[in-house]
């Protein structure tokens, strides 16, 4: 079974300083990996999406993210935070091979840009 | 292209009565996912429907229960509703099986039950 973990709850930036948000997997097969956003009161808006490639993926809003295989991590990173990107962060997996479109998500981590 | 449409977004419950709600897809998706999020639990995935059949479940009671019609729109319904169901529901909606999936689920807003 796939899962994700996100060890922080929260993550505490000053704003024009680098954001990160942790998250590692696990799947028995080739993961496709996921990040989404999610606001007060909203759905979950998609952020980026690693499936197969280049390990450094680009995604909306100024987000990147980088797959690493060997310690299991896709770890969302975004080099200058706005005080607007404070809001609930979700990494997920999916597992390729297994043919389901099941996505496991962690709990998310609440990220607060201080102005 | 409009996105997924989920409603009602917001609805009150007293326990032990039952809630429907509703989910239409973007237009041309197949698969329809439904989970629950709950600031205790998270998100947990409830099911998902492609093509009028339910493909996947997960671990809840069956007091939830869901469908799909052929226009692709689906609907969920909680029996005998418990305090504990308070939570946003959302429903996504993918395009499995076609060159142009690329796996991500794209979310609806929510429906916020709340049950007193």
């Known amino acids: 079974a796939q899962s994700v973990a996100q060890p922080e709850d929260q993550v505490n930036v000053a704003e024009g300083n680098p954001l990160t948000v942790k998250c590692t997997y696990s799947?028995?097969?080739?993961?496709?990996l996921f990040w989404y956003v999610q606001y007060p009161n909203r759905g979950l808006q998609f952020l980026l999406k690693?499936?197969?490639?280049?390990?450094l993926v680009k995604g909306s809003y100024g987000f990147e993210a980088e797959f690493n295989k060997s310690q299991t991590s896709f770890h969302l990173k975004k080099p200058s935070a706005l005080v607007s990107d404070s809001a609930l962060y979700f990494c997920a997996v999916r597992d390729y091979d297994d043919g389901n479109n099941r996505l496991a998500f962690g709990k998310g981590n609440q990220v607060v840009v201080i102005p | 292209k409009a996105g997924v449409t989920q409603t009602p977004r917001y609805l009150i419950k007293t326990r032990g009565q039952q809630v429907t709600l509703s989910c239409s897809p973007i237009s041309g998706h197949r698969s329809v996912s439904w989970y629950q999020q709950t600031p205790g639990q998270g998100l947990q995935f409830l099911f998902e429907y492609f093509s009028e059949t339910q493909r996947n479940k997960g671990n809840f009671p069956g007091r939830f229960s869901g469908r799909q019609f052929s226009n692709s729109r689906s609907e969920m319904n909680v029996s005998t509703l418990e305090l504990g169901d308070s939570a946003l529901y959302l429903c996504a909606s993918s395009s499995p099986g076609t060159a142009s999936n690329t796996g991500e689920l794209f979310f609806g807003e929510g429906s916020r039950l709340t049950v007193l």
């Open positions: 799947v028995s097969g080739n993961p496709y």
């Open positions: 690693y499936i197969t490639g280049d390990n």
